[in-house]
């Protein structure tokens, strides 16, 4: 009576012990650069939206003749809250606004760049825009 068992040998096991063992870390490496690459996009993203909250901001006030032009986002919603409701934390963005001059003269070009600090290097985003120059 020849019965056979059924079931994986040694070898078979093993093999599939060593492929998983090659095959897990490139996997993993694959997931850690999609979660770096979505928190990057995260960022800019946010940058951006400030950005264009900083131009709406200074285009709504007319005021890109003003000689400070920069600032913070400390009073959006960054940071985490205490018990007490209180903000902890700042916003790591920075906005700064340049006014430049234009072809004719009777516009102005208004830059608005928002940095940030992202692994140890600083991050950019900038828009532009046209303004009525103050001289016309």
């Known amino acids: 009576m020849d019965e056979r068992r059924r079931g994986f040998t040694l070898i078979e ?3 599939a012990l060593l492929l998983v063992g090659m095959v ?4 993993m490496q694959a ?27 200074l285009l709504s006030r007319q005021a ?7 600032g913070t986002f400390d009073d959006a919603d960054f940071g985490e809250c205490d018990p007490d409701g209180a903000r ?23 830059t608005v760049r928002v940095t940030w600090m992202a692994r140890g290097r600083e991050h950019e985003v900038t828009l532009t825009t046209l303004v009525p120059s103050s001289e016309s």
């Open 13 to 15: 096991a093993l093999a």
């Open 24 to 27: 897990m870390p490139i996997a």
């Open 31 to 57: 997931l850690s650069l999609t979660l770096r690459l979505a928190g990057t996009a995260a960022r800019t993203n946010t940058a951006v939206m400030l950005a264009e909250s900083a131009m709406h901001e």
């Open 64 to 70: 890109w003749d003003s000689t400070e032009m920069e």
């Open 88 to 110: 902890v934390g700042s916003s790591p963005y920075r906005w700064k606004a340049t006014l430049g001059d234009w072809i004719d003269g009777s516009l102005g070009e208004l």
